[in-house]
């Protein structure tokens, strides 16, 4: 059982960063993939970064690569996503989620966290 807390969303101008981050619980965290998503208002919950368990493989949707890097530290059980040069549309709640494989798609990960807002203003 792995438990997942994220923090670190807020209100910040278009063009400015934020830097995600997502605790978990539980020693064996170094065996679990992991990805966030986000969900803006009236969307489908979409792909935004995964690692893999050693953080040696990353991936990122097409919005989001060149701006936002997703790394972990597994001495300390946290993933961190840094958020740069953000735009309005990046506005949404931004969920962690845990799994086996690091995918892009919703329905492989098996544990999440409960969001953190992130609300960019133009």
């Known amino acids: 059982q792995v438990q997942l807390v994220e923090s670190g969303g807020g209100l910040v101008q278009g063009g400015g960063s934020l830097r995600l981050s997502c605790a978990a619980s539980g020693r064996t965290f170094r065996n679990y993939a992991v990805g966030w998503f986000r969900q803006g208002p009236g969307k489908v919950r979409e792909f935004v970064a995964a690692?893999?368990?050693?953080?040696?493989?990353?991936n990122y949707a097409d919005s989001v690569k060149g701006r936002f890097t997703i790394s972990r530290d597994n001495a300390k059980n946290t993933v961190f996503l840094q958020m740069n040069s953000l735009k309005p549309e990046d506005t949404a709640v931004y969920y962690c989620a845990a799994g086996f494989i690091a995918t892009m798609e919703v329905q492989t990960y098996d544990y999440w966290g409960q969001g953190t807002q992130v609300t960019v203003s133009s």
């Open positions: 690692i893999s368990r050693s953080g040696i493989s990353t």
